[in-house]
């Protein structure tokens, strides 16, 4: 059992995010795992972020991942060009830097306007489960490019790991509720998750002072649309999460830790009690020896968007509406994130 199951990871401006050692819910006894899922649920509720250690992904998987990640974005541009993104339906393929406006904004124009004055600085690619009918994943050719064969078998067995994480998780917070921990298997068991490996090219630094006063960010301000998100930083950061007070707070980057945030759809299913908290993407500031470069280097992060099995229909949870009522009308998965996606791109 782990000497302590639950530190802090952030505190600052009212936000506490926890640390919180999976290893206690995955293998402890079951003290250890109400705590632990107790913890994860008060997360949640308080600050919609957690960063989880000992969560079962092995350093080396991830640095595999994030190698392979790397090689696929120093591919020619007409190569990648040649996999875009091709529906909200799908959500599968690459995206060039400069077409996606994540924010937290959802009529149409008014994030096309928000995309010109300030673009996201970030090129990506979906990667969902695959086989799906009519929906396939946008994989680099395979004949004679063995670098092409190892990113699609790399990147098909960690969407599976991610995705095996993802059920625990949901167990944990179904503990943590106090139903049957069991209760969203079924929600849970058909892989409807997006893996996103995301790049941050290298950018001068001209690019971040804006004669008219906006802020240039990587990411801009947005809430996520599923249940939950797994994100893996690199070294450098840059995610900044909301505070109570209206501040933004840096979720700096822990070693051998996951990030892991509550997304709309599970704010929507819990009745608001687990909140989806705003974040963005900034330039980190230059390390000493960085100081005098004329540009901020490239960043790598990994982004697994968890959602319910898309044929599901979402309504409230039971314990969440009973003395309250149900804050919104039952609406599948799928439905919900196509209407989301459909405003972003």
Known sequence: MPDKIVDSAVEKDDLVIPLIDFSAFLSGTPTSQKTTAEAILNGFQSAGFIYLKNHGISPSTLSTVFANSAKFFARPKEQKDALAWYS?????????????????????????????QVPDLKESIEIGREGEPGMPNMWPATDGDDEAKVFKEVMLDFHDTCKALHIQLMRAIAQGMGIEASWFDGFTDGGDNTLRLLHYPEVSKSVFRRDDGQLQVRAGEHSDYGSLTLLFQDARGGLQVRSPKGTWVDATPIPDTIVINAGDLLARWSNDTIKSTKH???EPPPKPEDAAATSYPPRYSIAYFCNPNF???IEA??????ESGKKYEGIKSGEYLVRRLTATY
């Open 317 to 322: 949870i039971p314990g969440t509406f009973e």
């Open 88 to 116: 909200p339906e799908a959500n599968r393929g690459y995206t060039a830097q400069g077409r996606e406006k994540v924010s937290s904004l959802e009529e149409l124009e008014d994030i096309a306007e928000l995309r010109k």
């Open 311 to 313: 044929e599901k229909v």
């Open 280 to 282: 963005r993407v900034v």
